[in-house]
């Protein structure tokens, strides 16, 4: 009977699905749907849990530093409440060197009273970590095996207390289980392959009604579809059903998420898209159990296969929940950093302040020969189809060499700011180590520096003022490119191409967007 309330539910939700024209809109609509995606912002291969009435979810960070925690009460409002570790102690994380290395795919779950996350990274092999509660102190990353090209892990404790770990092979799979001491520190053999198929990846394991689950994602990135397969025996054999496509709907690749139900029964399932320029973005569809298989989304086209939706009723859980998304803005005025700041690759922790000038975030300048390479670039996620990045820079402390300011990260990079050359101040604008200089600077001592953000027509824009009041336009518009596997970024960074001297001052930091909770901020 449960079974067929459910299949009602889901056909009653379709009238959700057509009802609202709302093709930019994205998180919680405020009428109790939420339209997709609903995290619009590059957490890709998101991993989320329920511990009790809450959701925590991790993504991919690749070479940005720390791997972010999230935090919601509903599924689709989601905070920042911790970030797992600092810093990566391996050869080519001190001089910039590992884009596209870092975390990959991380899994996170709760047992015996503990958070645990598990990812790989391609070059230094699967660590873990765990923490008593989502908002940290998580625990110093353990190496668990030194090795090359895994990835996307995932550990599963069953109920006869032995513990196993999931994982695929950089590239294309396959599958291989193997077992895992409880305390997740060693794997115990060299693992067995239960699956493989096209580009099988992403292993998230799950046990229910005596089947063991495996969801994965295949196809690649931008083509790929879910699967989930089967068994009685962690081993296999698999049986195999593709749970969700692309299908009739503009949203490509629909896969590599979790599977997620809520205190009063109801399952959702989380995937990405891949959008470039913004990243991979985080998706939210609905789900029931049919004949011990997930049903996902919605089958629009009729073939037995679930496609994604755009709006939908948000899950319920018993309760409202305040609309949010993760925080943009900064006023700088605490002594530690806030969690939606990621340094690029390893900081330099005695060159950057809080509280050399209170109120501000002070760089000191490393020497580095250009952008790429510069230690210490702060960098936060782009949020949204539309937005704008402003910010306060104070530069009289500058020396000869150096370069400070506002910075539009992805596969290339785009740059505004302040140089100093030959005891000579400018703005200039830095296209992929292309310099332009805007104006010679003379007896001001602070610069605003604005960047218009349009991810639909991916159309960027820098502006200056010397007054706050007054802006003027920097060159063209500019196209940006997802790349190294991230989406774009903006950021904030100094360096001195000559030697290790001047410094800048960042005193605020706005990040205005098109998110449901952009006036909060």
Not at 107 to 119: A, E, K, M, N, T
Not at 454 to 467: E, H, T
Request: net charge neutral; glycine share 10%.
């Amino acid at each position: 009977m449960r079974k067929y309330i459910l299949i009602i539910c889901i056909i009653t939700n379709i009238n959700v699905l057509f009802a609202q024209d709302c093709p930019n809109q994205w998180g919680d609509l405020g009428n109790g749907t939420y339209a997709n995606p609903i995290l619009n912002a590059d957490y890709s291969d998101p991993d989320v849990i329920r511990v009790g009435e809450k959701y925590y979810m991790v993504a991919s960070d690749f070479h940005f530093i720390g791997m972010q925690v999230l935090e919601s009460e509903d599924m689709v409002n989601w905070k920042l409440v911790s970030q797992v570790y600092k810093r990566f102690d391996f050869p080519g994380w001190d001089n910039n060197t590992q884009y596209a290395g870092g975390s990959w795919a991380p899994s996170i779950r709760y047992h015996d009273g503990y958070f645990w996350i598990f990812f790989c990274t391609p070059k230094e092999g699967l660590f873990m970590t765990k923490a008593k509660d989502a908002d940290g102190p998580w625990s110093p990353l353990v190496n668990v095996m030194h090795i090359e090209k895994w990835e996307d892990p995932c550990p599963f404790w069953d109920e006869d207390g032995q513990a196993y770990l999931g994982r695929s092979i950089h590239g294309a799979g396959p599958i291989i289980i193997h077992k895992m001491s409880v305390d997740g520190t060693r794997l115990l053999d060299e693992g067995k392959v239960v699956y493989t198929g096209p580009v099988a990846e992403g292993t998230k394991i799950h046990k229910l009604n005596g089947y063991y689950y495996i969801s994965i994602p295949e196809g690649g990135v931008e083509k790929g579809w879910q699967t989930v397969l089967r068994s009685k025996n962690i081993y296999g054999p698999y049986e195999k059903k593709v749970v969700l496509e692309q299908g009739t709907t503009a949203v490509n690749g629909p896969h590599q998420g979790a599977m997620v139900d809520t205190p009063q029964g109801e399952w959702f399932f989380f995937h990405f898209q891949h959008c470039n320029p913004i990243g991979r973005v985080m998706h939210l569809q609905p789900m029931y159990w049919q004949d011990n298989w997930p049903v996902v989304g919605v089958d629009i086209d009729g073939n037995g296969i679930g496609e994604p939706v755009k709006t939908w009723k948000k899950p319920n859980v018993g309760k409202k929940s305040a609309v949010a998304v993760p925080r943009t803005s900064d006023d700088f005025s605490s002594s530690v950093l806030s969690l939606q700041w990621q340094f690029n690759h390893n900081p330099v922790n005695d060159a950057w302040s809080l509280t050399d000038k209170k109120g501000s975030f002070t760089l000191k300048a490393l020497k580095v020969d250009n952008f790429k390479l510069a230690r210490n670039t702060l960098t936060q996620k782009s949020m949204g189809y539309m937005g704008m990045v402003e910010t306060e820079l104070e530069y009289n402390a500058m020396e000869d060499g150096q370069y400070c300011g506002l910075a539009c990260i992805g596969k290339e990079n785009v740059l505004l700011g302040i140089c100093m050359i030959n005891g000579e101040k400018w703005i200039y604008m830095d296209h992929n180590n292309q310099i332009s200089p805007v104006l010679k600077l003379s007896s001001v001592k602070k610069v605003y520096l604005r960047l218009q953000l349009n991810a639909i027509d991916n159309a960027y824009q820098f502006a200056y003022s010397l007054d706050n009041k007054q802006f003027h336009l920097c060159g063209n518009t500019f196209s940006m490119k997802f790349g190294y596997w991230k989406g774009v970024r903006v950021g904030l960074y100094c360096y001195n191409t000559l030697a290790d001297k001047g410094k800048a001052s960042f005193n605020w930091f706005t990040y205005q967007h098109d998110g449901p909770s952009c006036k909060k901020q």
